[in-house]
């Protein structure tokens, strides 16, 4: 069965870190695009980075910049997002997702969710004093 799913996430006070990650199954994910997404209460679904696993390539929202950090184990079969300097309205459910083609993860096409192919369940992340 093909799946990724998230952890990490949690409770933390406004300019502290947490580390997402995300586990692939089922798949080999070398030549994957790996995303982190994130949904606020009443608000769309929006891409925070990605990596595009065949050429490394990364690629990250304006928000996310400076702060966050994606990463990867391909040994592991891990993606990490690594959050600094947190804020309140960087609290979402956040979202892991991969599809086959890791070109997908460019400026062109990475916040088209229709795109991607896996998910998982979301890890919510709380940013509050």
């Known amino acids: 069965e093909v799946q990724v799913v998230e952890s990490g996430g949690g409770l933390v006070q406004p300019g502290g870190s947490l580390r997402l990650s995300c586990e692939a199954s089922g798949f080999t994910i070398d030549d994957y695009a790996v995303g982190w997404f994130r949904q606020a209460p009443g608000k769309e679904r929006e891409g925070v980075s990605c990596?595009?696993?065949?050429?490394?390539?990364?690629v990250y929202a304006e928000a996310a910049k400076g702060r966050f950090t994606i990463s990867n184990d391909k040994a592991l079969s891990m993606v990490y997002l690594q959050m600094n300097g947190l804020k309140p309205e960087d609290s979402a459910t956040y979202y892991c997702?991969?599809?086959?083609?890791?070109?997908?993860?460019?400026?062109?096409?990475?916040?088209?969710?229709?795109?991607?192919?896996?998910w998982g369940q979301g890890t919510q992340v709380s940013v509050s004093s």
């Open positions: 997702a991969a599809v086959g083609w890791g070109n997908y993860c460019s400026e062109r096409y990475y916040q088209s969710t229709s795109l991607w192919d896996y």
């Open positions: 990596v595009n696993l065949k050429d490394g390539n990364t």
